[in-house]
């Protein structure tokens, strides 16, 4: 398992083909995002169910691949089109993937973003709000 197949894998999942994740995510599995720490494979592909489910559109475009070793790191936009977000629009988020891997798949997997891009923002009266703040304190 190299971090290529990982972005191959990425760039083609959608909510139709969650049962590919065994492909590549070991038995013992960690996940962690910006909201959740996920310990187990099972427990991840309930979570990805979950996530998928009462998505639109949810695509990865993987732009840079690095890898060391046993660690690789994936740089990524995500388009997600959820009905509950940005009006039903497409939101792109940036992020980066830090993935290990161990007995030739992925045994940890580690996503940062900015959440608030991706769901606070997104809100119709908190989204403002957090905007503003945002410009502030670039000033």
Same mark, same amino acid.
């Given at each position: 398992?190299?971090?290529?197949?990982?972005? +191959?894998?990425?760039? *083609?999942?959608? =909510?139709?083909?969650?049962? !590919?994740?065994?492909?590549?995510?070991?038995?013992?599995?960690?996940?962690?995002?910006?909201?959740? !720490?996920? *310990?187990?494979?099972?427990?991840?592909?309930?979570?990805?169910?979950?996530?998928? =489910?009462? $998505?639109? !559109?949810?695509?990865?475009?993987?732009?840079?691949?690095?890898?060391?070793?046993?660690?690789?790191?994936?740089?990524?936009?995500?388009?997600?089109?959820?009905?509950?977000?940005?009006?039903?629009?497409?939101?792109?988020?940036?992020?980066?993937?830090? $993935?290990?891997?161990?007995?030739?798949? $992925?045994?940890?997997? !580690?996503?940062?973003?900015?959440?608030?891009?991706?769901?606070? *923002?997104?809100?119709?009266?908190?989204?403002?709000?957090? =905007?503003?703040?945002?410009? +502030?304190?670039?000033?």
């Amino acid at each position: 398992m190299d971090i290529q197949t990982v972005a +191959r894998f990425y760039a *083609e999942l959608n =909510k139709d083909n969650l049962n !590919r994740l065994a492909e590549i995510y070991h038995q013992d599995v960690v996940f962690e995002d910006a909201a959740h !720490r996920i *310990e187990g494979y099972s427990a991840l592909l309930t979570y990805f169910q979950k996530l998928y =489910k009462n $998505v639109d !559109r949810c695509q990865f475009v993987i732009s840079e691949e690095y890898q060391c070793d046993g660690t690789g790191f994936l740089i990524w936009n995500m388009h997600l089109q959820h009905p509950s977000l940005a009006g039903g629009n497409t939101v792109t988020v940036n992020g980066i993937s830090q $993935v290990k891997f161990a007995d030739g798949k $992925v045994i940890y997997h !580690r996503d940062y973003f900015d959440l608030g891009e991706m769901l606070y *923002e997104q809100l119709p009266l908190l989204g403002s709000i957090i =905007k503003k703040i945002k410009q +502030r304190l670039g000033q």
